[in-house]
């Protein structure tokens, strides 16, 4: 129970803030009377930081709140200053701080409660602690949450504009809730007093494309003028999407050049876009002629457009190609996706250029960005299936270095050590794996068990397997299928009870599993009719 104690302080460290007054309530009646007879003045409550200043002012308690790491610290200074700070009061900005680190920390609840007590202050605020949360409930995948908090803006005698709006809308795309878009705008005038802009149309336009409504996109964008809009490159870009996610590349291409025809330049999204469209209907010619004529016009490639062409040419399996374009990119300094740095890997590797591929993870170290769990992964299963386990091993040191590997990579090397029956340094990784921390799943137990098997140590495989089944890692039909074939394939059918009976007694037989049991044992009639029977004996208490 939290006490306060007089002329003392509330116990409890940086908690006791938020609990402080909980806390007076919490106690017996008898109590909670004789302290309401006692001067409550002569009560003190510790701050949640120290030193705490003496002198406070909004400016200054923002900053403590922005500064701070801790979420619920940060909480806590708030409520502390408002409640406890001799004649401090909080304002506008105070309440706009701790409510946008609230909100993009997705703690929404303590986030509302702040919006209900703002409101109630009657604390003169602006549109921006709206936007902000309305943005943030759409990232989060709740629009409705953001359409109420647009609704409710003028119950805090804040007069909604196309600011908030347009963010509401945006939330709404990226939730796919394209027909509420259309809906809100044909009454925002009316409605909620606020005159759409051309950002206002240039979302509209973008719900419509999605939903592949582009016919009635493009009545939107010939309207735009009598609404008193001009449409700009992001307009006619949008509608090009549009026809790009229909597979539509003759209108996009109508649509380029409309857009040169007014003479505008488009910008690297518009051109990458196109391209984009192209490498998807497999024309890679066609995207390269965009590619080459955007260089022409002056136009740098982004990270997209390299992003682009290089996943094109991996498709085509021109490894080549996408090395050339994967260099140009590092050498403007953008940072590839794991993604895309593991398709170059695949395709290199997949036409024996392990080599070229494992220099990319070393240029890649060189530039600055670290490969992570999934490049390195990639690399270390790819040099373990061309034999070259030490080169994996050597790759694996050299990340450990400066990254923690996870469960992915540990297993990828486990697998190539065991493939290469080198089930010595296997258990040294998988040592090292669970002193960090990594629980071993079925498929690391499932590799050493393989291992031990086709060394022809079989024992050592079913003590493997009992460790597994023991330590609640459920095994799956590639767990079966190893030991059965190896036990039947040395002559040792008889110890399919063995582990059938060990399975059992741990509830470790998933329905999918025992189907391949009994199908298994039915095909191994002509290995022992003894051995069968014991086996079937054993499956049939399931």
């Known amino acids: 129970m939290w006490r306060c104690t007089r002329h003392g302080h509330l116990n409890g460290g940086p908690a006791a803030v938020s609990r402080s007054v909980l806390a007076i309530h919490s106690l017996p009646s008898a109590e909670l009377s004789s302290i309401s007879a006692l001067d409550l003045n002569s009560f003190t409550v510790t701050p949640p930081i120290r030193p705490w200043p003496q002198r406070l002012y909004p400016k200054r308690l923002v900053s403590m709140i922005t500064r701070q790491q801790n979420l619920d610290l940060a909480l806590q200074i708030f409520d502390y200053a408002g409640k406890y700070h001799p004649g401090f009061s909080h304002n506008y900005d105070t309440y706009l701080s701790i409510i946008q680190r609230l909100s993009r920390a997705r703690a929404f609840e303590p986030m509302e409660s702040l919006l209900s007590q703002l409101r109630a202050s009657r604390i003169p605020c602006g549109e921006n602690v709206f936007v902000f949360v309305i943005r943030n409930y759409g990232l989060a995948s709740k629009p409705r949450l953001a359409l109420q908090t647009f609704l409710r803006i003028d119950g805090f005698g804040v007069q909604r504009s196309v600011r908030s709006l347009n963010t509401l809308l945006n939330a709404l795309v990226q939730n796919k809730r394209f027909d509420l878009v259309h809906t809100i705008f044909k009454n925002s005038k009316t409605k909620f007093g606020v005159v759409p802009n051309v950002f206002t149309c240039n979302i509209l336009i973008k719900a419509l494309c999605r939903k592949n409504d582009v016919e009635v996109a493009l009545k939107v964008l010939d309207e735009m003028p009598s609404m008193g809009m001009i449409p700009n490159v992001v307009t006619y870009t949008t509608v090009l999407g549009g026809y790009v996610c229909r597979g539509d590349m003759e209108g996009a291409k109508r649509v380029f050049s409309e857009i040169l025809d007014r003479g505008w330049l488009p910008d690297a999204t518009t051109y990458t876009i196109l391209m984009d469209g192209y490498c998807k209907l497999g024309r890679l010619v ?170 022809g140590n079989v024992d050592e495989g079913v003590r493997v397997f009992e460790e597994m089944v023991e330590k609640s890692c459920m095994p799956n039909q590639s767990t079966y299928y190893i030991l059965i074939e190896s036990l039947y394939n040395c002559g040792r059918g008889e110890e399919i009870s063995r582990v059938l009976s060990t399975t059992i007694s741990c509830q470790a037989l998933d329905s999918d599993s025992w189907e391949f049991l009994v199908a298994k044992c039915i095909s191994n009639l002509d290995k022992g009719k003894g051995n069968l029977e014991r086996a079937m004996s054993e499956i049939s208490t399931f």
């Not at 091993?393 to 540990?410: A, C, M, Q, R, W």
């Open 286 to 455: 066609d995207a390269i002629k965009v590619m080459d004529d955007m260089e022409e016009n002056g136009i740098e490639p982004n990270d997209v457009t390299y992003g682009v062409m290089i996943e094109a040419y991996c498709k085509e399996e021109k490894p080549g190609e996408a090395l050339n374009l994967l260099d140009d990119l590092l050498e403007k300094k953008y940072v590839p996706s794991s993604v895309l740095c593991c398709k170059v890997i695949d395709v290199l590797c997949g036409q024996g250029k392990v080599d070229d591929a494992y220099e990319l993870w070393k240029r890649l170290l060189r530039k600055n960005c670290m490969p992570d769990n999934v490049i390195s992964s990639t690399l270390i299963y790819w040099l373990c299936k061309e034999g070259n386990i030490w080169e994996a091993k050597k790759l694996f040191d050299e990340f450990e270095k400066g990254s923690i590997p996870n469960v992915l990579t540990y297993n990828t090397l486990i697998a190539g050590m065991c493939e290469r029956g080198e089930l010595c340094e296997a258990g040294k990784l998988w040592d090292d794996m669970v002193e960090k921390g990594h629980v071993p799943i079925a498929f690391t137990y499932n590799m050493l068990i393989k291992g031990f098997c086709e060394l």
